[in-house]
């Protein structure tokens, strides 16, 4: 019998479901089936195919990036099935169930029988025995709901909704072709994935330079960026989520499975809008608490910066909790608002600041803060993480 294609239709139905619902119980729910029968089908393929396909994401289950010509070619292979009911259908008034039920072993009969007239020569042409072909081209026919083949003297006319379900076999047939000789390509450079996590502000523009080299000279690795609060990226860390992530150090970190490396300083510096009151004379700490400040949330080592330079002023003045998560985004608000803002700068970010922002000049006392890459202590090895901490190193502000 001819080989069969290296993925069966229930296989690639899972694949398409997990990677467009992100989790394997979500696309059990989409396909109306359990979750188990989801995980045995894209474990199947994956032995089959001999790359894992999905991993842990920060939304959830992830293609892997060995996945993703999988997956186009799962992608294609759906449509050509529903493009096939979608003609049947017009043809006959009575749509087909092919993309619950069919099987290729079905659609390779009834091509066989289309093309050689006979139920014997489809045998004689896919080697198996003229039950086996008769059994197919009946269970097809029971999917189509509708028969597909007028018997007559000399053998079987095919009816033009069978002629187009042997097209639909040329066509599932070359798509799933390419699967292989695509995995077995190999391309430079590592393959996996990079999750990374940003804390607020620091090291987010290091985080995209460095992205866009690896993706260069690793086009089989997927990147991941992912902005949050420290507390929220440790436990994407540690489950896995995120791979690491960058920002300013606790310096100890505060916690046994993680471990924190050194890339250089920012310093933290007062920002206004351009036209803001306190640029009018030469401000003081003291002329500075009358005034209301954007500051980062609680626990922060930018808010306990911030405490730490008005305490000796005897009050703290009055500051509204910032949580975005981006330089524009927190510029933005600055030079919209009437609030001076703490934020910490590379010194090359500071000679470019945007139009409508001018920092307060005010030279603050050990404004110096540590910027850094965090990462569990179990994966100090990983080959993919160390790479993007050595390629941050080449393009430190």
Known sequence: MRPQPVLSLKQIRAINAVAQTHGFGQAAEALNTTQSVVSRAVASAEAE?????????????????RCEPVLRSCTNVLRLVEEAEDEIEAMSGTRPLLINYL???????????TRSGSVSAA????????????????????????DLFERRRGGFIATPQADRLAQLRDGVNRELARIKPLLNLHGKGLVGRLAVGMLPFSGQESVAIAFGQLSREHPDLRFVAVPGSYDMLVEALRHGEIDCFVGILRNPVPYR??????????????????????????????????????IAQHGTPARSYFERLFATEGEIPPAQTCEMLSFSSAEKLIIRSDSIALLSYAKSY??????????VALDLPDNRTAIGVTTRVAAQDDEIVQLFISTLREHLP
């Not at 099987?103 to 029988?113: G, M, N, P, S, T």
């Not at 059994?135 to 189509?144: G, T």
């Open 257 to 294: 499975d993680l471990v924190e490396t050194y890339l250089y300083d920012e310093q933290y510096t007062l920002m206004a809008r351009a036209d803001h009151p306190c640029h009018d004379k030469p401000p003081t700490l003291t002329s500075l608490s009358k005034e209301r400040w954007i």
């Open 350 to 359: 500071l000679a470019n600041l945007p139009d409508g922002l001018r920092r």
């Open 103 to 113: 099987r290729w072993h079905q659609l390779e009969a009834v091509a066989a029988v």
């Open 123 to 146: 045998s004689t042409r896919l080697g198996i025995t003229q039950p086996a072909v008769s059994r197919a081209v009946s269970a097809i026919s029971s999917h189509c709901r509708q």
């Open 49 to 65: 195919l001999g790359v894992p396909l999905f991993q842990r994401g920060w939304g959830g289950t992830e293609p892997t990036a």
